[in-house]
């Protein structure tokens, strides 16, 4: 479907800034405010927010080390992530990259024997396939289209399922 589109390919590093931000204690988070997120994800709420709009974020510490998440806006963003900032680059949609990086395999740039872990340089030089911004907003609706659907199967197949055990349930008491 995509294949031949790829008219080149940017190193991370000269399509967007990566950088892990200041990182607030366990203590400090609240049970409202602004969404914080850490290495596993959303981590509980802040007073305040150090991104106001979404960003790509990538764990860079622990056993979720290498996961890809795409933040809410006005949001806290804890320094276990690396943040993906394309905010002053025309030539890369957000949504293109977060499903480019979201299906690549870190595990050659994962380092650190106790505690996994992925620094800035070797995410800088990921090689990116970068077409015309017509074409990644085409894949990422794509992409996002299949996610909405995949997601709307799975929650079929629970459904399914419960209905399924509920019969059977009847069936034999």
Request: aromatic content about 10%.
């Amino acid at each position: 479907m995509f294949s031949g589109l790829f008219e080149s390919y940017a190193k991370l590093g000269e399509i967007a800034k990566l950088y892990q931000p200041q990182t607030i204690s366990t203590s400090e988070l609240q049970s409202e405010g602004y969404i914080v997120y850490g290495a596993n994800g959303i981590i509980g709420h802040y007073h305040s927010y150090n991104h106001a709009r979404p960003q790509i974020c990538i764990t860079c510490r622990g056993n979720t080390c290498g996961q890809v998440s795409l933040t809410s806006p006005f949001s806290w963003i804890t320094g276990n992530a690396m943040v993906v900032n394309i905010e002053n680059k025309v030539e890369i949609n957000q949504i293109y990259l977060f499903h480019f990086l979201k299906n690549y395999n870190f595990n050659s740039i994962i380092t650190g024997s106790g505690q996994p872990q992925i620094v800035r340089t070797p995410l800088e030089r990921i090689k990116v396939p970068i077409t015309n911004l017509t074409e990644q907003k085409r894949i990422a609706n794509t992409l996002d289209t299949n996610n909405k659907n995949l997601i709307i199967e799975c929650n079929l197949k629970e459904l399914y399922v419960r209905q399924k055990q509920f019969l059977l349930q009847k069936l034999f008491i």
